[in-house]
């Protein structure tokens, strides 16, 4: 179907609160390329179904209710569609609208060639009620034909009507029928009857004249046999015995649906569309048409006969009704060359008046014939179109319609499909974004998308981490490259999470060192408040990773020193933000000099910290760092945020403490007393607080 339905079910969603939200969770679970609710778009049953299913699951409501709901929304396509004013033309009460909605639809049909078109019947009941019949060809739409009913009748007349679904179709019933409850003034005030002044149309039509005017109209009595046939109507059927002819052998009524082949059924059809096809077994074959063509050849004008004496209009027979038809062609190549092809039906739409004086009811119409296509396949020319009817003009009205119908959807596909197209490059471009991103900062990253290079920027206040893993040289030596490269492939997605989640920047690798900063290239005042966090976390996640070699959990060391830097690209063909200065240097000698397990930092970094910072630092003394001679360090062993973890206290495996290393070391220091001493109170000052939380 086409898709009114998923117009109207995409208003609705987008009316509720959450509208936004629920309308993406059903895309993500359709299977529907470009627009979802596109009004001109032919969507199949399939696509129809789960569109509809998925709304259901989202919403908590059932098929049928989201159909009631979808209906109250139906004038918002219709609106947005373009159609909204022909509304307006279809009657000034509620009455008269839906009993015109049949003509509307049928326009519809060139600019929706697939549009198995529904029939409305309303009927004025003696109790003041309406009731309306509902016949629809395709899936059960009664539910949001309810919701629409109301929605024309609030939203076009203003009216307040109540509407109850009395006959479901399927339940011994080929359609639906609703009863209708509503204000007086829905069937109008009579106003829009026209009477107009009948005293001055005196003109009695002969039969030629009438055959002239309405070559296509049959008449029929009460006893539903055929009285008259038009001209070009009678030349295209098989003619023997029509007059007399029972009128349902020769005519199929197309529309309106479900109406009986009863005299005063089909009266109650006057004044509406009505649309007969004559049956294709009446019909004229090629071969037959063929021997008209040869006796038009051989005479230029043959003579009509009129069968006067039982025909209330106007009566062809078969050779004389067939020789006027087909002398109005004047081109025989043309003619010869539609005979070629198979006749399978004529479809007349028009509308039947009742004759008071013979008692006859009388169809007048013309072929319905929206394109070339149907003007070929049902055998009839241009000039077989009485000029009054605007027949012609309306062929090649729809003809323009069907065209700009056709393109307009054409063009609607193509600006889904580059919709679609531009969603897949958006979704590829954040894909690229985010593993430039993840390469380089994104404001660096964002300048060399737009072809420029940053220039080099110097940082005041700036915390750099180095970290790498104690007796690495040993694993790497001894164990397959593949299993070292898993290693830290591991160890280091977890301190990329660490470094996200604490807002630093993740410089580079290289081997098992891993650099981060902070304070560049964004700065921020808690830099090194931000990178002590990360180094604990970092000891701590390093211990859930398993050495390959000896299946002991990693022990890593790490350096932190803070102080101003130079940061900027480096290269145009890959390019790498890099960090230049003293900064660095020294951060990295504290990493390289640092214990296993263990948090290095400098006096600088102390210094960087807030005043209330929660860390637990203890003085390591002085050692030996390359190019800088003697520094102060100390050592980070926790947070007083994280009572539940042992201090982070250096130690050369998971049994030897670090007290006989630091023994070793301070035969060249005279302060190594002190230092143990700080180490251990350290640490019992960590047990004590511990027991101090759990009282």
């Not at 009316?15 to 979802?36: H, K, R, W, Y």
């Not at 609710?37 to 129809?48: G, K």
């Not at 009505?274 to 004008?301: G, H, I």
Request: some cysteine; charged content about 25%.
């Amino acid at each position: 179907m086409y898709g009114v339905l998923h117009k109207a079910l995409t208003c609705w969603i987008e009316s509720l609160p959450n509208g936004e939200q629920l309308m993406a969770d059903v895309l993500e679970t359709v299977d529907i390329n470009g627009a979802a609710d596109d009004y001109f778009r032919y969507y199949s049953n399939e696509q129809t179904n789960q569109f509809l299913n998925s709304i259901a699951r989202v919403t908590g409501r059932t098929a049928e209710e989201c159909k009631l709901e979808a209906g109250n929304f139906f004038l918002v396509g219709i609106m947005e569609s373009g159609y909204g004013h022909t509304l307006k033309t279809l009657g000034n009460n509620y009455f008269t609208f839906l009993d015109n909605l049949d003509s509307l639809h049928e326009s519809f049909i060139p600019s929706f060639p697939k549009m198995r078109t529904p029939s409305i019947r309303p009927k004025r009941n003696e109790d003041g009620t309406m009731s309306i019949q509902y016949y629809s060809e395709g899936a059960s739409l009664a539910p949001f034909m309810l919701g629409a009913l109301r929605a024309c009748a609030a939203q076009l007349f203003d009216l307040e009507v109540d509407i109850h679904h009395r006959v479901k179709k399927g339940h011994d019933s080929n359609h639906d029928v609703y009863h209708v409850f509503m204000d007086p003034k829905g069937f109008g005030d009579g106003s829009d009857s026209i009477e107009g002044n009948k005293d001055h149309g005196v003109v009695e039509l002969d039969e030629e004249l009438t055959n002239d005017l309405f070559p296509w109209h049959f008449a029929f009595d009460r006893d539903m046999n055929l009285c008259s046939v038009g001209k070009f109507l009678a030349g295209r059927i098989k003619s023997k015995d029509l007059i007399g002819s029972t009128v349902s052998k020769i005519f199929k009524l197309a529309r309106p649906v479900d109406v009986p082949y009863i005299f005063d059924e089909l009266m109650n059809c006057e004044k509406m569309p009505v649309m007969f096809v004559v049956r294709q077994n009446r019909l004229l074959t090629p071969e037959q048409q063929a021997k008209v063509q040869e006796a038009l050849a051989a005479s230029e004008t043959l003579g009509r006969s009129l069968n006067s004496s039982t025909s209330v209009l106007s009566h062809v027979s078969s050779n004389t009704s067939i020789g006027s038809s087909m002398s109005n062609v004047s081109d025989l190549g043309t003619r010869a060359a539609k005979l070629t092809k198979s006749m399978d039906n004529l479809k007349l739409h028009g509308e039947l008046v009742y004759h008071e004086d013979r008692d006859v009811l009388v169809f007048v119409g013309t072929p319905s014939i929206r394109s070339i296509e149907e003007l070929a396949i049902q055998g009839v020319t241009l000039k077989e179109m009485p000029l009054h009817s605007h027949a012609r003009e309306i062929l090649y009205g729809s003809m323009f319609q069907a065209a700009s119908a056709k393109n307009s959807n054409a063009i609607d596909q193509k600006l889904a499909d580059l919709d679609h197209t531009m969603f897949e490059v958006n979704q590829k471009k954040r894909q690229i974004d985010n593993l430039l991103h993840s390469i380089l900062p994104p404001v660096v990253a964002n300048s060399l998308a737009a072809g420029r290079i940053p220039p080099a920027e110097r940082y005041q206040n700036v915390t750099v981490l180095f970290s790498d893993i104690a007796g690495f040289t040993n694993i790497s030596s001894d164990i397959p490259a593949k299993e070292v490269m898993d290693m830290l492939h591991e160890l280091f997605v977890k301190f990329d999470d660490l470094a996200d989640r604490h807002g630093c920047y993740k410089v580079e690798t290289i081997g098992d060192a891993y650099m981060v900063a902070c304070g560049c290239p964004e700065e921020c005042p808690d830099h090194a408040l931000r990178i002590a966090n990360l180094a604990i976390d970092m000891v701590r996640i390093a211990q859930q990773v398993i050495s390959p070699l000896d299946g002991e959990p990693l022990r890593i060391r790490v350096g932190l020193h803070s102080g101003p830097l130079m940061a900027g690209v480096v290269g145009r063909a890959r390019p790498r933000y890099c960090l230049f200065g003293d900064t660095v240097n020294v951060a990295s000698r504290m990493e390289s000099n640092g214990l296993p397990g263990a948090i290095q930092a400098s006096y600088r970094f102390t210094q960087a910290l807030p005043v209330d910072h929660p860390f637990e630092i203890v003085p390591r003394g002085h050692i030996e760092i390359k190019g800088k001679g003697l520094m102060k360090t100390f050592l980070v062993i926790g947070s007083l945020e994280d009572s539940d973890n042992e201090p982070l206290l250096p130690v050369c495996s998971r049994s030897e403490d670090i007290g006989p290393k630091l023994l070793d070391m301070a035969v060249k220091r005279e302060d190594v007393t002190d230092r143990l001493a700080a180490v251990t109170s350290s640490r019992a000052a960590m047990r004590n607080r511990k027991q101090t939380n759990i009282f």
